[in-house]
């Protein structure tokens, strides 16, 4: 069954209608100690939320293993989940990632509903099916491709996050408007990111439908090629690197995801401008826009090795080569290029000195 993605106002009104559409005979709840505290209660007069149980998972992405999976199922079992029960996932992309592969295989497989509280989860994480849990030290290494039946966005949400929770979702956002049209990277480049970070009340408005915008562009995409056989990994587009960054990161001081997003868009537009001329104007545009809210990840040529050796270890790569998504243009997409050592290095180059 297609997923539905519900932007609301007023998620009260909305859950108890994509329940009632769901297999129902008990409601689970799922949400870290974070949601638990400061997204659920705006929950609080949904009924259904009276008679549902609630399973609550630590935070953070170490959390996203396989003990906090058979608490969840085993929550489920213990409480009377049957085939013809649902689970509504609460949270960012660690729970709905989490949440979704649990539902998915739990009793092989009954509905869920994900109700994104990041940025990043709404923008990102929530839509388009990916589920799973980090496993050996590798992130997403064991999960299945499953929709949810509905995904609501409600941006209230956005009012719970800090600053930089704000910044690592706008990383996406900003990726999606690469891939997209000139107009939508235009506006996302040209807005005050900065305001919405202080919760300025026109600068969230504006994020709202900058949020929807956002999510059909990845909901187009998704429909075309679900499992990722093709025109999906434009989504790849800064992750080849970002994920490299990200990695580079958790054995220093870990940054977010979307940070290392961000910072990965900066050498694969390098490297889309000096493979397939992606035009010099917005190539410079992005990278500022970049260093004024994200700031700079300070890698040095002593690190080239480590990350060249991570970027062989992505799970984009085949065998010993780098792969990943570039531009000719803004929305001209080319995926599955492959990139040298010495390309790679003359990107980190531009990375260090832009
Ligand atoms: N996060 C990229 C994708 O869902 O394909």
Redesign the pocket.
């Known amino acids: 069954m297609p997923q539905r993605i519900i932007i609301s106002e007023n998620i009260q009104a909305e859950l108890p209608k994509a329940i009632a559409a769901c297999e129902h005979d008990r409601v689970f709840f799922l949400t870290d100690e974070v949601t638990q505290r400061s997204c659920l209660p705006l929950l609080r007069d949904c009924g259904v939320l009276h008679e549902a149980h609630v399973i609550t998972i630590p935070d953070s992405d170490t959390h996203k293993s396989l003990e906090s999976l058979a608490h969840v199922w085993h929550e489920l079992a213990t409480h009377g989940a049957t085939r013809h029960s649902s689970l509504v996932n609460l949270g960012g992309g660690m729970v709905t990632d989490l949440g979704g592969f649990a539902a998915s295989t739990f009793k092989r497989g009954i509905d869920f509903i994900n109700i994104p509280t990041t940025l990043l989860a709404m923008v ?1 994480a929530s839509v ?1 099916g ?1 589920t799973g849990i980090n496993f050996n030290g590798l992130k997403n290494e064991i999960g299945v491709f499953s929709d949810s039946r509905f995904v609501i966005l409600d941006t209230q949400f956005l009012h719970t996050l800090d600053a930089a929770n704000l910044c690592s979702g706008y990383a996406e956002m900003l990726k999606h408007g690469l891939i997209h049209t000139e107009a939508m990277w235009a506006q996302l480049v040209g807005f005050d990111l900065e305001a919405a970070t202080r919760h300025d009340t026109t600068a969230i408005a504006a994020l709202r439908q900058m949020v929807a915008d956002s999510v059909a562009v990845k909901e187009q995409i998704v429909k075309q090629d679900p499992h ?1 056989a093709g025109i ?1 990994k434009a ?2 587009l800064g992750h080849t690197f970002g994920h490299a960054f990200e990695s580079w990161s958790l054995r220093r001081k870990p940054v977010l995801h979307g940070y290392a997003v961000a910072w990965g868009l900066i050498p694969e537009l390098y490297l889309s401008a000096v493979k397939r001329q992606f035009p010099s104007r917005q190539l410079h545009q992005t990278v500022g826009f970049i260093h004024q809210n994200y700031g700079r990840l300070p890698v040095a040529c002593a690190d080239y090795a480590e990350l060249i050796e991570l970027m062989y270890h992505d799970k984009k790569s085949r065998g010993h080569e780098i792969n990943v998504t570039l531009l000719g243009n803004i929305g001209e997409i080319h995926i599955d290029q492959t990139v040298t050592e010495e390309e790679v290095k003359e990107a980190l180059d531009f990375f260090r000195e832009a």
């Open positions: 990102d388009g990916k990722e999906r989504l790849n």
